[in-house]
């Protein structure tokens, strides 16, 4: 059986979406100029990318159509989509994966889709707090 794929929608981010996204308090990653649509390839309606993460409890999605754009925070309160399954590109066929989707996406899962975005440079808050869990993590060793 064949997985499903992401759509190969990529949208370049307008200057007012990346101002409010270089607003964003505790930013995951450095800022990009495009996103690629994260739904399943041939979902009907707009396309949906993961534009940034603020700490870790909200993510600011970017939804997108040929007539209208709009930034969506989704957060514990507004919902991810709780589906969970094997992720097709996992070794280990025991391992649960929750969808990283919002709620209300159209068609497949995100664990259910190879993962064939880009991956992103973490923020530098973030590679610090990376490089301190390593040197903790190898000091315990």
Same mark, same amino acid.
């Given at each position: 059986m064949n997985s499903p794929h992401e759509c190969a929608t990529t949208v370049v981010l307008n200057e007012d979406e990346s101002e409010r996204l270089a607003q964003v308090p505790d930013p995951a990653h450095e800022p990009v100029d495009a996103l690629p649509c994260e739904l399943q390839a @041939? #979902?009907? @309606? /707009? #396309?949906? +990318?993961?534009?940034?993460?603020? @700490? +870790? *409890?909200t993510a600011w999605w970017l939804r997108w159509s040929a007539t209208d754009r709009a930034l969506i925070a989704v957060d514990e309160e507004t919902g991810y989509c709780e589906?969970?399954? /094997?992720?097709?590109?996992?070794?280990?066929? *025991?391992e649960c994966w929750l969808c990283q989707l919002p709620a209300d996406h159209f068609g497949a899962h995100s664990w259910q889709m190879p993962n064939t975005t880009t991956g992103r440079i973490p923020s530098e808050a973030n590679q610090q707090k990376l490089i301190d869990l390593a040197n903790e993590l190898m000091e315990r060793q």
């Open positions: @041939g #979902h009907p @309606g /707009p #396309h949906m +990318a993961m534009a940034q993460v603020s @700490g +870790a *409890d589906a969970s399954g /094997p992720a097709v590109d996992s070794q280990n066929r *025991d």
